[in-house]
Structures are given as C-alpha cells and as structure tokens.
C-alpha cells in the first residue's frame, strides 16, 4: 500500500506532517510493505482556497493507494472520494508514525470535524493569515 503523507520536510520517515494537505510543501509516498519513502515538492504549496493542483497532477494516476493526513479541505477529501481514495487522519509527528498507525490499523477515517471549509480554522489547527489555507 502506498501512502500520500503530506509533510514540512524532505527528511524520509523522519519528515515531519503538515497540518494542511494542500498547503503542505511536501508530499511523501511511504510504501508500508518495503518502507520506502519518496519525496516531492508540493508544486501548489502557495495556492488560493480550493485551487490546488490535484494530488494525481503530482504523481500521477495510481501514484498512491490511500492519504494520511493532519487536515484536508473538503473539497480535496471530494476529489480523492471520487477518485476512490481513503484519507486517513493520524496527530502523530511525523511518517514513520504514520506508516506504523496505518499498519496497526489505528488510523480513523477523515470526518466533517478534519476537514476544512476555509472558515479560518480545522479542527485543532489555525489557518494562514489570509484564511484561505484549506485543502
């Protein structure tokens, strides 16, 4: 299974998890069968609310099984639904957590109160200063 992870970093495992999805300036595809990690720049990380580049434009068509994340808008959590792709919410601090979450199955699926609506706040974490951060 292949994990899309956004993340602050290029550190691997270590990378550190962003809170947005969409805002994040990396993306990590962690392979939970071989451990491998691989990183991309975020190619929309400066984006306006509902305006990033889909997660596929990155990757690619079947770059990644399922996403794992600290907070996504409802839009993106939309398009992956569509695209039949799980997102997962994991608070842990970085890949190598959440990788070991999703093999424990401890992982929950994204509900209303993870998703951002652009109101200015998701869940537990705050919004940019432009309130617009949101997928």
Same mark, same amino acid.
């Given at each position: 299974m292949r994990l899309l992870i956004p993340t602050t970093?290029?550190?691997?495992a270590s990378a550190q998890l962003s809170g947005h999805f969409g805002r994040a300036p990396?993306?990590?595809?962690?392979?939970t069968e071989t451990g491998a990690v691989a990183t991309v720049a975020n190619p929309s990380v400066s984006h306006g609310h509902g305006e990033c580049? $889909?997660?596929?434009? !990155?990757?690619?068509?079947? %770059?990644?099984?399922? !996403?794992v994340c600290q907070g996504i808008g409802r839009g993106a959590v939309a398009r992956l639904a569509q695209a039949g792709v799980p997102v997962f919410v994991h608070e842990g $601090?970085?890949?190598a957590s959440a990788v070991a979450a999703f093999? #424990?199955?401890?992982? #929950?699926?994204?509900?209303t109160d993870d998703s951002c609506s652009g109101?200015?706040?998701?869940?537990e974490h705050e919004h %940019?200063?432009? %309130? #617009?951060e949101g997928n």
């Open positions: 970093d290029a550190n691997g990396y993306y990590a595809v962690a392979d580049v $889909p997660a596929s434009d !990155v990757f690619g068509e079947g %770059g990644f099984d399922a !996403v $601090p970085d890949v093999r #424990r199955r401890s992982l #929950r699926v994204v509900g109101s200015g706040s998701c869940g %940019g200063q432009s %309130g #617009r």
